[in-house]
């Protein structure tokens, strides 16, 4: 079975500074989908950046980049220019392109805050 | 288009009696998904559905049972709530098979005394 780790329970960055989370997935599978999303105060789950497993471009989106290895089963998020905005829980997620795969993973979340 | 919604948001229930959340999703998506969130545990999966009238269990049906009997609303149903059963709920749902994302729900906090 897949399984989704994020060893960070917790961190904080500087506002303006870079952070970088980390994921590590576990998968038998050759192609799957990796996520991160981002849950603030609100509650509300937000995707934030997507990475298809063929591609070996890694996903960009503004100030959020990922590094993906796939040998490595890693998927990291680097959060560049760091605002008071980007504190939230962030989840890390896999899904597997295998047919009847339906099911979406996550892992148990790394809580990010940021410091004026 | 409201997108995914949940009905209640917030709820209290006493051990033993039972409760239905409604999700509903107004985008024709196919897969819908209900999620309990735990401090320290991340979104684990309960039950979710590929299609209207089909239902699937997940990682943490006990407890639970859902019903699909329209396209856009998935039903979620405690039969006698235990405080093991407090948490966050989450609805999602998803247009297809591969990656697109899932669009979620605001959450429903339920407490079980």
Same mark, same amino acid.
């Given at each position: 079975a897949q399984t989704v780790t994020q060893s960070q329970p917790e961190m904080s960055v500087q506002e303006a500074e870079t952070v970088t989370l980390s994921c590590t997935y576990d998968t038998s599978e050759s192609d799957y989908y990796l996520f991160w999303y981002k849950q603030p105060p609100s509650r509300q789950m937000i995707l934030v950046i997507r990475q298809e497993a063929y591609k070996q471009q890694n996903a960009t989106e503004n100030r959020f980049s990922v590094n993906f290895q796939k040998a490595a089963k890693s998927f990291s998020l680097k959060i560049s220019d #760091? $605002? +008071?905005?980007?504190a939230a829980m962030y989840f890390c997620a896999y899904r597997g392109s295998t047919s009847g795969t339906y099911k979406y993973i996550f892992g148990t979340g790394t809580r990010l805050k940021v410091l004026a | 288009n409201a997108g995914v919604t949940q009905t209640p948001k917030f709820r209290v229930l006493k051990t033993g009696q039972s409760m239905t959340l409604l999700c509903a999703q107004d985008?024709?998506?196919e897969y819908m998904y209900w999620y309990r969130q735990d401090p320290g545990m991340g979104l684990r999966l309960i039950h979710y559905s590929v299609g209207e009238g089909t239902t699937a269990k997940g990682e943490v049906p006990d407890g639970y049972n859902v019903s699909? +009997?329209?396209?856009q609303n998935f039903l979620l149903g405690l039969e006698s709530a235990a405080p093991s059963q407090t948490s966050v709920y989450f609805c999602a749902s998803t $247009? #297809?098979?591969?990656g697109n994302e899932q669009f979620f729900g605001p959450g429903t906090r339920l407490t079980v005394l």
């Open positions: #760091s $605002q +008071l905005g980007d | 985008m024709n998506h699909r +009997l329209k396209k $247009q #297809s098979p591969g």
